[in-house]
């Protein structure tokens, strides 16, 4: 990949840091009203010793962040919900690669914009309505297992509902189409030429699939992760309705410090404990990335 | 390291951070008299239709509603819109700590015609009080205890029968601490609200894991759950099992185990900071006439009334008045207020319950 | 290779719309708990007709994730452009300050608006709740619009500037139409994200005024009728029918991205 450049060459006396700065303050200025400074005030809460309401008296602490030290049954519970987006970026991965480019290469035209959009269309829909229909689907004598019977009719039920294969499956159907329109978008733009050209040089299909494919793909793969990863680690509508005993996750946790507990600052602490690991998770990562992916 | 935050101080920090006058402040919005709003949990009485039109008709009062889906929710709601709630939902067991933070204002029953006929143990109940005064009227009541499947009702009349050989993967757990902590102290004959030994609660409720099936967090989720016979035994709510008999047809039966239930008494609040303080209490008192309740209840499904008259006027078939026996009043223990350092290690308990079922 | 191709998308998107189905069949089906046998009945769409309430819910909810997609889209866009074509300092920071808002739980988030807005008189509101409509949807567009500019060309954007195009006018001609694909995904994950979102709404909006997905939400501790998938069916039905419309009507390759 080509580094981008410094920004077009000013023309109308418009300094590249003005132009910079006029591109990202609209963005940055919203998200800081309406997320960061709420957040900073909920990071200051997880200092405290409780939420400063009333007329009780407040202290600082730095207490909520030693909750993993305290309550040890949690670090299985967070290694958990990282497993758990793990598996479902992973699992999005091979199916939403392959997806996107039997999407852009094997389709053409009009087609493949209905198809653009019919990715996208079941995200339309309500995600505690698609859970719940999961619910039907994956139970004993479910749906899949009354499909699985049509062709065999005296098949042992495959119903997986309450357990952690069920979560998966429910967190992958969400965020699937993130994973197949990121890669999309970058693969799209690979020019026939430079494939048939590998080809024609004697490039077997794994090595132009190695070489050429992955890394331009490699943008959209990331982007994919980063919307699947994240939001997957907090998650708790999937697991609790699809998970029974098995749903328990750090998202779970969390909501149940605040709707049950009523202890903002541990469950503000526990979230932003979350988000370190997530930035270590991704640090760590994209320097990986980044030794493996430069090559061409 | 503990220093003492002022909060106004700390508030001003905060605030200053936005760009001043970007977003201009905007004052609650001047609502005419003839309007409340009600803060409750939604389909929860208060916001049936032709209660509201019968109310509109007869007072010229028209009600709107805002809700919560959780307790915690209704308190910051309260605390965080001042002069926006005319009438709250409270469950008894918040109403004095909401008190204490002066949200709520104390109630005068002279102006609530119809508090004469609550049940006096539910009228006076201490839950309400908070610095001598009464913060709340009684409204409804029910017991969170075994909603069994009718053909296994027989044989489970003890909590026991959770533990049971023959629920082994058939059991559904309400998700809550305070309940489910509850249901362990009940078995160990202790008070449900103040558990001696809580490592003995959490090694009792890890004994139960082969058994548990799901963990049920929502009136829907376990309708739906039971209808399609994931499980036979659960701990439910005995209104919403009235419901499921009779909206849904569901073949479950309500039992009050021999080691007894736990009681949860909700009641209606005036906030402090509302508006329209007299259509308020005169909305409370429709809400516990015995006219609106014995509709809602044979129409609707709805927990006990705390309207003794109400009670009797139900028919005597209806499946809420065979649950909510009137002498059992005198045997539940109700959630009760308690400290937060005691919430919170009842919220530890059973997470650390809820992560060995997961393990 | 290509009919493999097809046969693996067919299936893919099988598997996508499987709970779809679901979700559709159990609104023309009369067990209000989506019990099994099928019995077809139009009962739920006729139920939904007098509910006022819910489609007063739903027809805020696609006014406001209307808004919200405009509004997204063009801010998170300009955000886009400048992360992943410009180098300057603080970039990366910028980059990882994105995650927050999708990392940190929504529950927390939308309490965090609630008490923040409560204390900076900002309030509850129309207003209040594109604030954090808005705010949410900024990171998905900066990152997919982000995905499809890493691979648009530079090279055609200087190509065209050598000839004497104004950087502008470059942007409007060459670049532009090859980010058209990234922009219509953004903004189709942009009114998702609105579309869905509970705990914002359902914190910041005036009291009395609803949203389908506080609606729904609020609803599931008695229970929420097929009527909630009478209105998603029709949601659904009605975007299929805008795509037909668009896909006849766009000569184009919108979203192919074919040069």
């Given at each position: 990949m080509s580094e981008p450049q410094?920004?077009?060459?000013?023309?109308?006396?418009?300094?590249p840091g003005a132009v910079t700065a006029a591109l990202v303050t609209p963005a940055y200025l919203w998200l800081t009203v309406a997320i960061f400074l709420p957040l900073v005030a909920m990071l200051v809460f997880s200092f405290l010793?409780?939420?400063?309401?009333?007329?009780r008296a407040v202290s600082f602490t730095g207490a909520h962040y030693l909750v993993f030290y305290n309550r040890p049954y949690l670090v299985e519970v967070a290694l958990r919900s990282l497993a758990l987006g793990a598996w479902t970026t992973g699992i999005c991965a091979l199916i939403g690669l392959p997806a996107a480019l039997a999407l852009s290469r094997a389709f053409h035209g009009r087609t493949r914009e209905v198809l653009f959009f019919l990715v996208i269309l079941?995200?339309?829909?309500?995600g505690l309505v698609r859970v719940f229909s999961w619910t039907m689907v994956l139970r004993e004598n479910g749906i899949l297992d009354d499909l699985v019977r049509a062709f065999w009719v005296d098949a042992p039920s495959i119903g997986i509902l309450y357990s952690y294969p069920a979560i998966v499956v429910g967190l992958v159907h969400a965020y699937l189409p993130y994973m197949i329109l990121t890669c999309y978008l970058s693969v799209v733009a690979i020019d026939d030429e430079i494939l048939e050209a590998a080809k024609s040089l004697g490039a077997r299909a794994p090595v132009v699939f190695w070489k050429i494919v992955l890394p331009l793909a490699a943008p959209g793969l990331i982007a994919g992760s980063v919307l699947i990863f994240v939001p997957v680690i907090g998650s708790f509508m999937e697991p609790r309705i699809l998970g029974g005993t098995a749903g328990v996750t750090i998202g779970t946790v969390i909501e149940d410090q605040f709707t049950q507990a009523f202890n903002w600052p541990l469950g503000s602490a526990l979230s932003f404990i979350m988000l370190a690991v997530v930035l270590v998770v991704f640090a760590v990562f994209s320097r990986a990335l980044r030794g493996r992916l430069t090559l061409s | 390291m503990r220093t003492l935050v002022d909060r106004r101080r700390f508030n001003l920090l905060l605030g200053?951070?936005?760009?001043?006058?970007?977003?201009g402040a905007r004052m609650p919005r001047a609502r005419a008299a003839n309007k409340i709003t009600v803060l409750n949990w939604?389909?929860?009485?208060?916001?049936?239709a032709w209660a509201l039109k019968l109310f509109a008709e007869q007072t010229g009062i028209e009600v709107v509603h805002d809700y919560f889906n959780s307790e915690q929710e209704m308190f910051t709601k309260l605390r965080t819109n001042p002069g926006a709630y005319d009438v709250a939902l409270i469950n008894s067991a918040w109403t004095s700590r909401i008190a204490e933070e002066g949200l709520l204002d104390p109630i005068d029953f002279a102006t609530v015609p119809n508090s004469a006929d609550l049940d006096p143990l539910l009228r006076d109940s201490s839950n309400f009080a908070f610095d001598g005064k009464p913060y709340g009227v009684a409204w409804v009541w029910g017991m969170n205890g075994l909603g069994v499947r009718k053909d296994k009702a027989a044989g489970a009349q003890s909590l026991e029968v959770l533990w049971s050989p023959e629920a082994v993967g058939r059991v559904a757990l309400y998700d809550d601490a305070i309940t489910e902590v509850g249901i362990a102290a009940l078995l160990f004959g202790e008070s449900i609200n103040d558990p001696k030994d809580m490592k003995a609660v959490v090694e009792k409720l890890k004994a139960m894991k082969p058994n548990v099936k799901l963990i049920w967090s929502s009136e829907d989720q376990w309708n739906k759950a039971f209808s399609a016979g994931e499980f036979d035994y659960s701990i439910y709510w005995s209104g919403a099992a009235g419901r499921s008999q009779k909206t849904?047809?569901?073949?479950v039966e309500f039992i009050v185990p021999t080691e007894g239930a736990i009681g949860w008494l909700d009641g209606l609040s005036v906030p402090a900071s509302a508006p329209n303080k007299a259509e308020a209490v005169s909305f409370i008192n429709y809400m516990i006439d015995p006219k609106f309740y014995v509709k809602w209840a044979t129409e609707v499904g709805a927990p006990a009334s705390a309207n003794a008259k109400a009670m009797e006027e139900l028919p005597a078939d209806d499946p809420q008045k065979l649950i909510h026996k009137t002498e059992y009043l005198k045997k539940l223990q109700f959630m009760s207020p308690m400290p937060d350092d005691r919430r919170q290690a009842f919220v530890d308990a059973w997470e650390e319950v809820k992560a060995f079922y997961a393990s | 290779m290509t009919a493999a191709g097809k046969v693996f998308l067919f299936a893919v998107l099988g598997f996508l719309y499987l709970p779809v189905a679901v979700l559709v069949a159990m609104a023309f089906n009369a067990s209000p708990l989506y019990a099994l046998p099928f019995e077809f009945t139009t009962h739920w769409f006729e139920e939904l007709s007098g509910n006022d309430k819910l489609l007063a819910a739903t027809r805020n909810s696609v006014l406001i994730a209307i808004l919200t997609t405009v509004l997204a889209t063009i801010i998170g866009s300009l955000a886009a452009i400048a992360l992943s074509r410009r180098r300057f300092r603080g970039r990366t920071l910028l980059q990882l300050l994105l995650l927050p808002p999708i990392a940190i739980p929504w529950l927390i988030i939308g309490t965090a608006m609630l008490v923040f807005f409560f204390w900076t008189g900002i309030g509850r509101g129309l207003h209040a709740m594109v604030l954090g409509h808005v705010a949410l949807a900024i990171p998905y567009v900066v990152l997919v619009v982000g995905a499809g500019l890493n691979n648009t060309r530079i090279d055609l954007e200087e190509a065209a500037m050598s000839l004497g195009s104004t950087p502008l006018h470059a942007f409007f001609a060459v670049t532009l139409p090859l980010l058209m694909p990234s922009l219509i995904a953004a903004a189709l994950f942009a009114f998702a994200v609105s579309l869905d979102q509970f705990v914002i709404s359902y914190f910041l909006a005036t009291p009395g005024v609803s949203t389908l997905p506080v609606e729904i939400y609020t609803s599931i501790r008695k229970g929420f009728t097929p009527e909630v998938n009478a209105v998603s069916s029709l949601l659904l039905a009605a975007s299929m029918f805008l795509i037909i419309i668009f896909a006849r009507l766009t000569k184009v390759g919108g979203v192919s991205g074919r040069r």
């Amino acid at each position: 990949m080509s580094e981008p450049q410094s920004g077009a060459p000013a023309r109308r006396g418009l300094s590249p840091g003005a132009v910079t700065a006029a591109l990202v303050t609209p963005a940055y200025l919203w998200l800081t009203v309406a997320i960061f400074l709420p957040l900073v005030a909920m990071l200051v809460f997880s200092f405290l010793t409780a939420a400063p309401f009333g007329n009780r008296a407040v202290s600082f602490t730095g207490a909520h962040y030693l909750v993993f030290y305290n309550r040890p049954y949690l670090v299985e519970v967070a290694l958990r919900s990282l497993a758990l987006g793990a598996w479902t970026t992973g699992i999005c991965a091979l199916i939403g690669l392959p997806a996107a480019l039997a999407l852009s290469r094997a389709f053409h035209g009009r087609t493949r914009e209905v198809l653009f959009f019919l990715v996208i269309l079941p995200f339309w829909t309500n995600g505690l309505v698609r859970v719940f229909s999961w619910t039907m689907v994956l139970r004993e004598n479910g749906i899949l297992d009354d499909l699985v019977r049509a062709f065999w009719v005296d098949a042992p039920s495959i119903g997986i509902l309450y357990s952690y294969p069920a979560i998966v499956v429910g967190l992958v159907h969400a965020y699937l189409p993130y994973m197949i329109l990121t890669c999309y978008l970058s693969v799209v733009a690979i020019d026939d030429e430079i494939l048939e050209a590998a080809k024609s040089l004697g490039a077997r299909a794994p090595v132009v699939f190695w070489k050429i494919v992955l890394p331009l793909a490699a943008p959209g793969l990331i982007a994919g992760s980063v919307l699947i990863f994240v939001p997957v680690i907090g998650s708790f509508m999937e697991p609790r309705i699809l998970g029974g005993t098995a749903g328990v996750t750090i998202g779970t946790v969390i909501e149940d410090q605040f709707t049950q507990a009523f202890n903002w600052p541990l469950g503000s602490a526990l979230s932003f404990i979350m988000l370190a690991v997530v930035l270590v998770v991704f640090a760590v990562f994209s320097r990986a990335l980044r030794g493996r992916l430069t090559l061409s | 390291m503990r220093t003492l935050v002022d909060r106004r101080r700390f508030n001003l920090l905060l605030g200053a951070g936005v760009a001043a006058g970007a977003l201009g402040a905007r004052m609650p919005r001047a609502r005419a008299a003839n309007k409340i709003t009600v803060l409750n949990w939604q389909g929860y009485g208060t916001d049936e239709a032709w209660a509201l039109k019968l109310f509109a008709e007869q007072t010229g009062i028209e009600v709107v509603h805002d809700y919560f889906n959780s307790e915690q929710e209704m308190f910051t709601k309260l605390r965080t819109n001042p002069g926006a709630y005319d009438v709250a939902l409270i469950n008894s067991a918040w109403t004095s700590r909401i008190a204490e933070e002066g949200l709520l204002d104390p109630i005068d029953f002279a102006t609530v015609p119809n508090s004469a006929d609550l049940d006096p143990l539910l009228r006076d109940s201490s839950n309400f009080a908070f610095d001598g005064k009464p913060y709340g009227v009684a409204w409804v009541w029910g017991m969170n205890g075994l909603g069994v499947r009718k053909d296994k009702a027989a044989g489970a009349q003890s909590l026991e029968v959770l533990w049971s050989p023959e629920a082994v993967g058939r059991v559904a757990l309400y998700d809550d601490a305070i309940t489910e902590v509850g249901i362990a102290a009940l078995l160990f004959g202790e008070s449900i609200n103040d558990p001696k030994d809580m490592k003995a609660v959490v090694e009792k409720l890890k004994a139960m894991k082969p058994n548990v099936k799901l963990i049920w967090s929502s009136e829907d989720q376990w309708n739906k759950a039971f209808s399609a016979g994931e499980f036979d035994y659960s701990i439910y709510w005995s209104g919403a099992a009235g419901r499921s008999q009779k909206t849904f047809k569901l073949p479950v039966e309500f039992i009050v185990p021999t080691e007894g239930a736990i009681g949860w008494l909700d009641g209606l609040s005036v906030p402090a900071s509302a508006p329209n303080k007299a259509e308020a209490v005169s909305f409370i008192n429709y809400m516990i006439d015995p006219k609106f309740y014995v509709k809602w209840a044979t129409e609707v499904g709805a927990p006990a009334s705390a309207n003794a008259k109400a009670m009797e006027e139900l028919p005597a078939d209806d499946p809420q008045k065979l649950i909510h026996k009137t002498e059992y009043l005198k045997k539940l223990q109700f959630m009760s207020p308690m400290p937060d350092d005691r919430r919170q290690a009842f919220v530890d308990a059973w997470e650390e319950v809820k992560a060995f079922y997961a393990s | 290779m290509t009919a493999a191709g097809k046969v693996f998308l067919f299936a893919v998107l099988g598997f996508l719309y499987l709970p779809v189905a679901v979700l559709v069949a159990m609104a023309f089906n009369a067990s209000p708990l989506y019990a099994l046998p099928f019995e077809f009945t139009t009962h739920w769409f006729e139920e939904l007709s007098g509910n006022d309430k819910l489609l007063a819910a739903t027809r805020n909810s696609v006014l406001i994730a209307i808004l919200t997609t405009v509004l997204a889209t063009i801010i998170g866009s300009l955000a886009a452009i400048a992360l992943s074509r410009r180098r300057f300092r603080g970039r990366t920071l910028l980059q990882l300050l994105l995650l927050p808002p999708i990392a940190i739980p929504w529950l927390i988030i939308g309490t965090a608006m609630l008490v923040f807005f409560f204390w900076t008189g900002i309030g509850r509101g129309l207003h209040a709740m594109v604030l954090g409509h808005v705010a949410l949807a900024i990171p998905y567009v900066v990152l997919v619009v982000g995905a499809g500019l890493n691979n648009t060309r530079i090279d055609l954007e200087e190509a065209a500037m050598s000839l004497g195009s104004t950087p502008l006018h470059a942007f409007f001609a060459v670049t532009l139409p090859l980010l058209m694909p990234s922009l219509i995904a953004a903004a189709l994950f942009a009114f998702a994200v609105s579309l869905d979102q509970f705990v914002i709404s359902y914190f910041l909006a005036t009291p009395g005024v609803s949203t389908l997905p506080v609606e729904i939400y609020t609803s599931i501790r008695k229970g929420f009728t097929p009527e909630v998938n009478a209105v998603s069916s029709l949601l659904l039905a009605a975007s299929m029918f805008l795509i037909i419309i668009f896909a006849r009507l766009t000569k184009v390759g919108g979203v192919s991205g074919r040069r």
